[in-house]
């Protein structure tokens, strides 16, 4: 699907334009697009304008809400299929997403891209093919794309994220010029793909599974066998875990998953928020 150009709106973006104009401001300067870029809006009584377009004020917009216009109207973006899914602002301006209200990506206290940065940084993509297994939001092909990736395959199994990227400013468009082919986005569920993709073929893998209780499968030593199958002799693998079950349980993710990984044939060490691994 192609991106959408239009602006985006919060409820502190709407009030701040508003608080402009009854002060009796003519012009506000802000982001209209989740602080990926900052422009001059011009506000009149019925409408402001923004890029050369005329767009209508909005009825009072709810808090923890992206808005963007469909039609005359100022909509949620927001779907419910078989879940709710929303893209939710962060005071960082990169977004988040929720699925029926778990939240998917770290934004309290850093921002979902630099997090998913200093993430990236410990596969070292500069000139690499680049497996990324649950591409999200896209912030590990981002920050990819960034370092200089050679080549980045990343797969999205919910048509519904696949369509929140196509309204993030944040998340890398496939089809982009500046891009250069160097991102193949795949709807698919990577748990099944996987076995399609050749031995030793990718230099780096990029995993960030959603939580064991919704798919155990990619925590499974099958996937596991799989991912190092893929990986050539000496590449490196990032797989986020989360402390789930720390507190109430006692249950350690994070050296359960090493354990597995280590079954498979790399060598682990605990870092960031996950477990590192290298291809023996």
Avoid at 139 to 160: H, M, P, T, W
Avoid at 232 to 237: P, S
Avoid at 247 to 263: H, N
Avoid at 265 to 277: M, N, R, S, Y
């Amino acid at each position: 699907m192609p991106h959408a150009t239009g602006p985006l709106l919060t409820c502190d973006t709407a009030e701040a334009m508003r608080a402009a104009f009854r002060a009796g401001a003519r012009e506000w300067t802000g982001s209209l697009d989740l602080g990926h870029s900052v422009d001059s809006v011009t506000l009149a009584e019925d409408h402001w304008s923004w890029r050369g377009h005329a767009y209508p004020w909005p009825e009072p917009l709810k808090d923890r809400t992206v808005y963007v216009l469909d039609g005359d109207a100022w909509t949620a973006i927001s779907r419910y299929g078989r879940s709710l899914i929303k893209l939710v602002p962060t005071h960082w301006g990169p977004p988040t997403f929720e699925i029926d209200g778990i939240k998917m990506l770290v934004s309290a206290r850093i921002s979902p891209i630099e997090d998913a940065r200093q993430k990236v940084a410990l596969v070292a993509p500069r000139g690499k093919t680049v497996l990324d297994t649950c591409g999200g939001l896209g912030y590990f092909a981002a920050c990819c794309l960034e370092s200089g990736v050679a080549q980045i395959r990343s797969f999205e199994k919910n048509e519904d994220v696949l369509w929140l990227r196509t309204l993030n400013p944040w998340s890398p468009d496939p089809d982009a010029a500046e891009i250069g082919g160097r991102l193949q986005l795949t709807h698919a569920d990577i748990s099944q793909a996987i076995v399609d993709i050749a031995d030793a073929s990718v230099d780096a893998v990029l995993h960030d599974p959603p939580r064991f209780g919704i798919a155990g499968e990619l925590y499974s030593q099958v996937f596991y066998d799989h991912l190092t199958r893929v990986l050539r002799r000496g590449g490196r693998l990032f797989h986020y875990t989360g402390a789930p079950n720390r507190l109430t349980s006692g249950r350690d993710v994070p050296r359960e998953v090493a354990r597995r990984l280590e079954k498979a044939g790399l060598k682990t060490e605990l870092a960031l928020d996950g477990v590192l691994a290298v291809k023996r």
